[in-house]
């Protein structure tokens, strides 16, 4: 158990609708970090938060948003869905930017 | 830019040793890391290294050699729950550069 839980597990939903999944860091952990993974594909860096503020953008979406809340724990906003969105989306919390990353256990989304 | 290139899959035997190769391109990093993944899982960290030079951890062993531009996990006496998928990560200011995974699959 690496710590970092992330709601829900599963998530299927339709084209065109939207979705928020949740993570909640490990303690201490100040750094955020949102991964999509798709069937047999490595992890897609999609972005980061730092104590509550955007830290770096990778691959993500306009239709995807983020945020980070004061208490640490994150969201992630995904809308217009597609069905070449569904993935399993991971978060990983750190001490400070760049440390060893902690996973959470993933959401599996699935758009039909 | 920034780039890893590591093998997609490697298949090894039950009990033996296989090295799995990570060469990056990028203008700056302070370590290189590397994460385990099992089927439906999530990524696991495994081991880390700042400097040049091996570090072992148990069965598992990383190397750096920033020369080189180049890194390898190593993994000792083989056993099926091993069969995965295996990360290179470049440890930035600002955050993780992953590689694309080399799938390791055990023959028994």
């Known amino acids: 158990d690496s710590g970092v839980t992330q709601t829900p597990k599963h998530l299927i939903t339709a084209t065109g609708q939207r979705v928020t999944l949740r993570c909640s860091p490990r303690?201490?952990?100040?750094?955020v970090y949102w991964y999509q993974q798709s069937l047999d594909q490595g992890l897609q860096f999609l972005i980061q938060?730092?104590?509550?503020?955007?830290?770096a953008k990778g691959n993500i979406l306009e239709r995807f948003s983020a945020q980070q809340f004061p208490d640490l724990h994150s969201e992630l906003n995904l809308s217009s869905l597609e069905l070449g969105d569904s993935a399993l989306y991971f978060c990983?919390?750190?001490?400070?930017?760049?440390?060893?990353?902690?996973f959470g256990p993933g959401t599996r989304l699935t758009v039909l | 830019g920034q780039s890893l290139e590591q093998p997609s899959e490697v298949t090894a035997v039950e009990g033996a040793i296989v090295q799995i190769n990570c060469t990056y391109q990028?203008?700056?990093?302070?370590?290189l890391s590397w994460y385990q993944q099992h089927d439906g899982g999530a990524p696991t960290f495994l081991s880390y290294n700042a400097l040049d030079g091996l570090e072992e951890t148990g069965r598992f062993s990383s190397f750096l050699s920033r020369s080189d531009s180049y890194g390898y996990l190593l993994l000792q006496e083989l056993q099926m729950k091993d069969s995965a998928s295996y990360f290179c990560?470049?440890?930035?200011?600002?955050?993780?550069?992953f590689g694309k995974g080399t799938r390791l699959h055990i023959l028994p």
């Open positions: 990028t203008s700056g990093f302070y370590g």
């Open positions: 303690s201490g952990d100040l750094s």
């Open positions: 938060y730092y104590n509550g503020e955007e830290r």
């Open positions: 990983a919390s750190s001490e400070n930017s760049g440390d060893t990353q902690y």
């Open positions: 990560a470049l440890n930035r200011d600002d955050k993780i550069i």
